[in-house]
Each structure stands twice: as structure tokens, then as C-alpha cells.
């Protein structure tokens, strides 16, 4: 691929286009470059970038001028500098054009312009070029390097032709040719036969009959397999480096870090940088003034990385960093980079850390407004965070743009609308969170109904419109086909219901339902009764579940209630009552473990001797269900807790508790004298 760099020098090399006038159809005329200024770029050492940029552009031209000055670098053995850079570009481009000049190359007596040719030699793909690099592989006469050269060429060219003159080669009297040809073959063929040629002329039999494309495709497999071979090493070794440099980040000094981090942004694996990413992330919560500013630096410079993974973590952790030049870069990226950057950017444009010298409106104000230009990006990732960011920004003017993004024809941007709904919805959203509750994506539906939580909470809010919420949310509660969402529904009646909605909540426990949903209306159900403190709302509903058989239900009602009651002023003067009816559930239940202590409690609290022989009833009634279950140590306990009720207690009842004593001590677990 062409950098932009190589497209912005043509731009400059490049003349302007003649004029055309419209009614002609003839194609574009052919733009020469300016052959003079590339000779000076090609010949300019001191910028190797230049260098090849030039080199490429070039053997790129169509030009006679542009030929003549590459065949004259080919020919300057004394720049293996401008050879290096023209062999390359030939490379790259596999022009057949300077074929002569490169096999003359290999006469060469530097090494590293033999092998400069001898590459672009075998990517030209050319039955003439192999056949003249056969030629001089095997000419006796020809130099030792260049034959060397010519046979790596053969080597790496992938073609089968090769083979015999390569295994020729292996009988060779000289040494040095014969360890060549060796490479070259297990080059060519993916073998190790070492230098035994009856080895590689047996692997040759069972191969020579082999077609032009089934050669091709036992290469394309060799190659294959090597690459995954290849990055399977390449992972585990760039794992072993970043396990070393964890084990030294363990053991820097905490003061020394700054300089260890700006050390490990530079360094080759890409692992190694991300990592460095997130050790600045985790070291900036605790960093002092004097060493946020360094940190910003590591982390922007990061964010310009080549390799796109750890350009994207740098990006994220842009949104910790209290510096306006991670907010500009920000802005840039969400612009410029690649798909997964710009996501990025889009982020953590929304989840950005304001600087406390800047202005939290105007900042706001310019995300809001680069995030809206990023709802238009070709990409739908990139559209999704830029929506989620506009939620997490959380002021009121991004909540119109939101809304409108549920009617997006894109499953993922109208989920995304709709969570960042749930932290921007308002009264200006109420008609596009009604539209939503119909779209077809279960997930969509889901998260409406929590922005509908959200706009019900607060004040803005009519009567009306509230009881227009509510309504909508009963028909998601009973029609809606996602077991997900009835439930969501059902817990924001809890939240935002009034006893209107008990009875429709009522009807979804018991009806045939998924689990969920019938947990989440009763948990509803026990919400609107705690809010309400209204004990003659409770002790309906507490009845109906006591003639609907509907025990464990009313107990674990009265049970709640009286746990939220207590911390209720309002709520608190019928906690009495509350309790009285709590401990007859649990003893209708024989729970009288936990009934005893209640009971007690109570018993203390009774205003009147006629109260307190009541509740004093409730504790026979426990002590003798806990005798039956062979509980004699407790029932014991039980009495010496009352037992400085028990004068008040009166005649009748004092004779109960006569008996309750003597059974215990007829009871084999009695309790030592």
C-alpha cells in the first residue's frame, strides 16, 4: 500500500492538469513527475524515507527519463544506498524492465547489493529471469557470490524450474555454493535434508511429475503452515518479554516509575506498550501534580501509535488524564483515525475528565457538538459510542439528538440510543420512548423502559403524563413478548406505581409466567405497600394472601414491611400492629424461632395488662410448638426472658405457664437443675 506520505510527495512533484473542456469524453492525459527534483531526493542520504518515496515514484513512471535514472542507480555500485532503494522499489512493484541491470548487480562485490538484486530478482516472476539466473547459478566460470546470489534468487523465487539446477548445485566442488543451494532448497521446498543430495534427490522423485498448480498449492500450504508457526512463536515469546517486564515494573521504585513509563512507551512489542498503558491508568488515581503532566505526555504520545490496539487503549485512557490536550487530540481522532480509534475517541469523548481551569459548559458544549458531526460516520460502531457518549455526558440538549435515534434503521445505534436514554431522558422524550416500547429488538425495548424509570422519578412530569407512564408501562408488563422486559417493567411499577397497579401486579405473580417476571411483581408489589405506610392498604392484602393459601408470601410481606417501616417516621406508628399480625403468620407457620423474640418485644411494649396477656398467649403458643419439636432448653430460656412479666399475667394465664414449666421438665431434653 502507498503511505500517504508517497502520495503527498507526487502531489508536489506532480504539474497541474491541462485544462478540459466538458462535451470532450477522452481519459485523463498522463502526468509526468518532475524527474530532475526525484534524482535529488533519491541521491539525498541524508533522508532515507525521501529516498525510497523517490525511488518508488520512479520506477512507478511510465517515462523514458525515469527508466534512464533508474538504470543509472542500478548501475552506481558506490550508493548502495540508491541501489538498496531502487531494488526495493522494483521489488515492490515487480518491473520487469530492469531485469538486465539487477543479474549484472550480482556480479557485484558487496554482499548487500548481491542480495538487494537477487530479492528483487525473484519477485519479477519471470520464466526469462529464472532461466538466466539458472544460467549463472551453474556457469563455472561465474564469480562464487554471484552464483550464490543467483541461487538464493532461485531459492526465493517459488519456482519448481529451480529445483534441478539447485540440486546440480549440491555436488558442487565448491563448499561455500554447495551450503547455498542447500539453503535455497529448504527455502524452495520447506525440507531439511541437509547437505545429503541422494536425500534431496529421492524428496525430488516423489515430485517432479507434480503440475504447475499443485506445486503452487504444496507451496501456498508450506507457507501457511510456517506463518501460523512463526506467530505462534512470535506470541509466546512477546508473552515471555511482557512477563519479565512485569516482574521489573514489580520492582521499580515508585518514584522512578514516570521515567520507567517513558522508557516502555518505546519499546519494540506492541504488548509491552499496551501494558505500559494500563500501569499509567492505574498509577494516575495517586499521582502527584508534578507527575500528571509526564504521564499526559507518555499516554498522547501512545495515541498516535502504529499498531491500532494500543493506539485504541491509549485513546480510552485519554478520558483520565486532566490535561486540554487530551480533550483536543480527542476531537482530532474522532475525525481522523481508523474505525476502532475513532470509536475510542467517541468514548471517551463522553466519559472525558473536564479540567478544572476549563469551562464545563463550553467543553460539554464542543463534545456535544463533535459527537452529533460523528453520528453521520460511515461506520456504526463509531455511531453507537458516539450515542452512548452523548448519555454519559448527561446534559439536557443531547437528549432530543438521542430520541431520534430510536427511529435509526440500525439495530445497534437504536440499543445504544436507547441506554443513553436512561441517563438523559426528559419530558421533550416522552413521545420517542412511547414509539420505542414497540421497537421489534427485545434489548431496545429494555432500555426504554428504564429511561421511562428515570423521566417518572423526577417532578417534570403532569399527573396526567405519569399516569400515561404508568399505563404504558401495565400493557409492556402484560403484552410485551420478552420475558426480560415484562420484568424490567414490572420493577419500574414497584418503583413509580400506586396501589392502582397492585392488582395487575397481583394477577402476574400467580399467573402462568416466567420465573422472573413473577419475582419481579412481587418485589413491585412489596415497594408501591411500603411506600404507601398505609397499614389498612397492607392488612387487605395481607388477607387475601391468608385465604389464598398464599402463606410464605404473607409472612415474607409482613416481614419486609416491617424492616422498611422501622426506618419510616410516617410508617412507624403502625409497626405494632404490623408485628402482632407478623408473629401469628409465623406461628400459623410453626416458625416459632422467629417468632419468640418478636413476641417478646412486643410484650414489653404493651400498654395495657389486657395487651399484654394477648401477646403473653402468643408465647405459650411458641413455647409449645417448641416442645414438641424437643426444643426444652429454649422454651426454658423463653420463661426466664418474661419472667418479670409474668405477675402481671394474671391467674389463668399464670396456670398455663405452670404447665408450660412442668412439661419441660418432663421433656428429656430438660434443662439440668
Not at 29 to 51: G, H
Not at 177 to 206: H, I, K, M, V, Y
Not at 322 to 331: G, K, M, S, Y
Request: aromatic letters at 4%; hydrophobic letters at 45%.
Amino acid at each position: 500500500m502507498i503511505s500517504f506520505q508517497t502520495l503527498l510527495l507526487a502531489a508536489l512533484l506532480l504539474g497541474p492538469e491541462p485544462p478540459r473542456r466538458f462535451e470532450e469524453a477522452a481519459p485523463a492525459p498522463v502526468i509526468q513527475p518532475d524527474v530532475a527534483r526525484l534524482r535529488e531526493l533519491l541521491y539525498n542520504r541524508q533522508e532515507p524515507q525521501e529516498q525510497s518515496q523517490a525511488a518508488l515514484l520512479l520506477v512507478q513512471s511510465t517515462s523514458a527519463d525515469a527508466a534512464d535514472l533508474v538504470r543509472e542507480g542500478l548501475r552506481r555500485w558506490d550508493r548502495p544506498d540508491v541501489f538498496q532503494a531502487l531494488a526495493s522499489a522494483i521489488r515492490l512493484q515487480r518491473d520487469r524492465r530492469f531485469s538486465d541491470s539487477l543479474l549484472k548487480a550480482l556480479a557485484s562485490e558487496q554482499p548487500a547489493l548481491r542480495a538487494a538484486a537477487g530479492e528483487a530478482l525473484a519477485r519479477l516472476d519471470s520464466v526469462v529471469v529464472i532461466h538466466r539466473l539458472l544460467g549463472i547459478a551453474e556457469d563455472p566460470a561465474t564469480s562464487t557470490g554471484a552464483r550464490q546470489a543467483a541461487a538464493m534468487a532461485l531459492g526465493k523465487s517459488g519456482q519448481k524450474s529451480a529445483i534441478t539446477a539447485l540440486l546440480g548445485l549440491l555436488s558442487s566442488d565448491n563448499a561455500a555454493l554447495r551450503e547455498t543451494a542447500q539453503t535455497a532448497l529448504e527455502e524452495l521446498t520447506g525440507q531439511d535434508f541437509g547437505p545429503n543430495p541422494s536425500a534431496w534427490q529421492e524428496w525430488w522423485q516423489n515430485h517432479k511429475d507434480l503440475n504447475d498448480v499443485e506445486w503452487l498449492l504444496c507451496r501456498s500450504g508450506l507457507f501457511a503452515d510456517r506463518s501460523r508457526r512463526l506467530q505462534g512463536e512470535l506470541a509466546r515469546a512477546e508473552a515471555e518479554v511482557l512477563r519479565l517486564h512485569q516482574q521489573l515494573y514489580g520492582r521499580t521504585p515508585r518514584a522512578d516509575r514516570v521515567n520507567h513509563f517513558r522508557a516502555l512507551s518505546q519499546n519494540e512489542y506492541a504488548t509491552v506498550r499496551a501494558q505500559t498503558v494500563a500501569w499509567i491508568v492505574d498509577t494516575l488515581p495517586d499521582a502527584t501534580a508534578a507527575e500528571v503532566k509526564p504521564l499526559a505526555d507518555i499516554l498522547l504520545a501512545l495515541s498516535d501509535d502504529g499498531v491500532e490496539a494500543v493506539q485504541r487503549q491509549a485513546v480510552l485512557a485519554l478520558e483520565k488524564i486532566d490535561d486540554p490536550r487530551a480533550f483536543e487530540r480527542l476531537l482530532a481522532l474522532l475525525q481522523s483515525g481508523s474505525v476502532n480509534v475513532r470509536a475510542a475517541a467517541a468514548r471517551s469523548l463522553g466519559r472525558y475528565r473536564c479540567p478544572q481551569t476549563s469551562s464545563t459548559t463550553e467543553i460539554s458544549g464542543r463534545a456535544i457538538a463533535a459527537l452529533e458531526k460523528a453520528l453521520s460516520d460511515p461506520s456504526l460502531t463509531v455511531v453507537a459510542e458516539a450515542v452512548e457518549s452523548m448519555g454519559s455526558l448527561g446534559v439536557p440538549e443531547a437528549a432530543p439528538i438521542v430520541a431520534g435515534l430510536l427511529r435509526h434503521p440500525a439495530d445497534p445505534v437504536r440499543q445504544a440510543a436507547a441506554r443513553a436514554l436512561e441517563q438523559v431522558a426528559n419530558v421533550q422524550t416522552l413521545d420517542a420512548l412511547a414509539s420505542g416500547l414497540e421497537d421489534p429488538v427485545p434489548s431496545v425495548r429494555f432500555n426504554v423502559v428504564g429511561a421511562m424509570a428515570k423521566l417518572g422519578q423526577g417532578d417534570a412530569l403532569t399527573e396526567a403524563q405519569k399516569q400515561d407512564l404508568l399505563k404504558r408501562l401495565e400493557q409492556v408488563l402484560v403484552r410485551d413478548g420478552d420475558p426480560g422486559v415484562r420484568s424490567r417493567a414490572a420493577t419500574v411499577l414497584g418503583d413509580l406505581g400506586t396501589p392502582a397497579q397492585l392488582s395487575l401486579l397481583w394477577q402476574r405473580v400467580t399467573a402462568t409466567e416466567d420465573n422472573r417476571v413473577q419475582l419481579k411483581a412481587w418485589t413491585a408489589m412489596i415497594d408501591i405497600l411500603s411506600r404507601s405506610a398505609n397499614w389498612s392498604l397492607v392488612s387487605q392484602w395481607e388477607q387475601l394472601l391468608a385465604n389464598q393459601k398464599e402463606t410464605a408470601r404473607r409472612t415474607e410481606l409482613l416481614q419486609e414491611l416491617r424492616s422498611r417501616w422501622a426506618k419510616n417516621e410516617a410508617a412507624r406508628q403502625h409497626l405494632d400492629v404490623l408485628t402482632a399480625t407478623l408473629i401469628q403468620s409465623l406461628l400459623a407457620q410453626r416458625r416459632w424461632a422467629q417468632a419468640t423474640p418478636l413476641i417478646i418485644d412486643l410484650a414489653r411494649k404493651a400498654p395495657t395488662d389486657a395487651e399484654l396477656q394477648k401477646r403473653l398467649r402468643w408465647l405459650i403458643v411458641a413455647g409449645t410448638q417448641a416442645l414438641e419439636d424437643r426444643k426444652a432448653l429454649e422454651v426454658a430460656q423463653m420463661l426466664r426472658d418474661v419472667e418479670d412479666l409474668l405477675p402481671r399475667a394474671g391467674g389463668e394465664l399464670g396456670v398455663e405457664f405452670d404447665a408450660l414449666r412442668q412439661r419441660i421438665q418432663k421433656s428429656p431434653d430438660k434443662p439440668s437443675p
